[in-house]
C-alpha cells in the first residue's frame, strides 16, 4: 500500500511562549506546541515513532527520537485527526523545530510523515 495518495496527513502547528515557567536569567525559555494531526488519505495508519531537530538562534542543535508522542502510539482513521500537545526548552529566546513522523499503514508497511519548520519565539523579540 505505498501509494503516496492513499497516505496523506497535514500537520498544523500551534506554538506558545510560557513566560511562568521561562527563567530568561537562566537562559531557560519554554514552550508549549499544540500538534493537530489530520489523515487526508483514504487509509489509516498508526504514528509509531517521532524524531525532533530542535535548533536555538546560537545554531544549538538538539535531536529527540523516541516511540509516539506524549506516551501513545495513535492510529488515525481516514478523515479523522489527533492532537496533542507538548513542549520545549531552549537557551534562546529564538529557535525552531522540525521533524517526522514514522508511521505504519494498514499494510504494515512504514512510512515518513515530515514535521514542517516552525518557529519558537518569545513575544517581542522580534520587531
Known amino acids: 500500500m505505498s501509494d503516496s495518495s492513499l ?10 511562549y510560557l513566560p511562568e515557567q521561562s527563567q530568561p536569567e537562566e537562559q531557560q525559555y519554554v514552550f508549549a506546541y499544540t500538534i493537530k494531526i489530520t489523515n487526508c ?6 504514528l ?3 524524531h ?4 536555538d538562534a546560537n545554531g544549538q542543535r538538539q535531536e ?6 506524549i506516551g501513545e502510539q495513535p ?22 523545530m522540525e521533524g517526522q513522523y514514522e508511521m505504519v499503514d ?3 508497511e512504514t512510512f515518513s ?5 516552525f518557529s519558537l519565539t518569545q513575544p517581542g523579540i522580534l520587531h
Open 7 to 16: 497516505l496523506q496527513f497535514e500537520i498544523d502547528v500551534d506554538c506558545q
Open 41 to 46: 488519505g483514504s487509509h489509516g495508519a498508526q
Open 48 to 50: 509509531m515513532r517521532r
Open 52 to 55: 525532533w531537530i530542535i535548533t
Open 64 to 69: 529527540v527520537r523516541g516511540d509516539g508522542v
Open 75 to 96: 492510529y488515525i482513521e481516514s478523515g479523522a485527526s489527533f492532537q496533542y500537545t507538548s513542549g520545549a526548552i531552549l537557551k534562546t529566546p529564538l529557535g525552531t
Open 106 to 108: 494498514d499494510g504494515g
Open 113 to 117: 510523515t515530515p514535521i514542517p519548520l
